[in-house]
Nanobody, 123 residues
């Protein structure tokens, strides 16, 4: 059974940091690209970042460049999203997702999702 379990969300002040974690199981972690999406209230879900098993990174949102860093730990079958210099507009539910390929393809190539973790940034 494929599982993606997010953790690490919470309430933080503007300018603060959070580190999200995604624990993966039930599939070959060493093959698939995994990444993060987010969905803010009243908005469509948007891609944030993706990382391959070879540690190649694709960022889908210009707004996170220089502030968010994705990483993965093969030994722990985990993917992380380090978020620094957080802004109120980063407030959203953050979802971990597994792509259907070893590559970070277009966003619709995701097949499995976690339940999400809420990130709230206060001004």
């Amino acid at each position: 059974q494929i599982q993606l379990v997010e953790s690490g969300g919470g309430l933080v002040q503007s300018g603060g940091s959070l580190r999200l974690s995604c624990a993966a199981s039930g599939f070959d972690f060493n093959y698939f690209a995994i990444g993060w999406f987010r969905q803010a209230p009243g908005k469509e879900r948007e891609g944030v970042s993706c990382i391959t098993a070879n540690f190649d990174v694709t960022e889908y949102s210009d707004s996170i460049k220089g502030r968010f860093t994705i990483s993965r730990d093969t030994a722990k079958s985990a993917v992380y999203l380090q978020m620094n210099s957080l802004k109120p507009e980063d407030t959203a539910v953050y979802y971990c997702a597994r792509w259907s390929s070893s590559k970070c393809l277009a966003l619709h190539h995701t097949g499995f999702w976690g339940q999400g973790t809420q990130v709230t940034v206060s001004s």
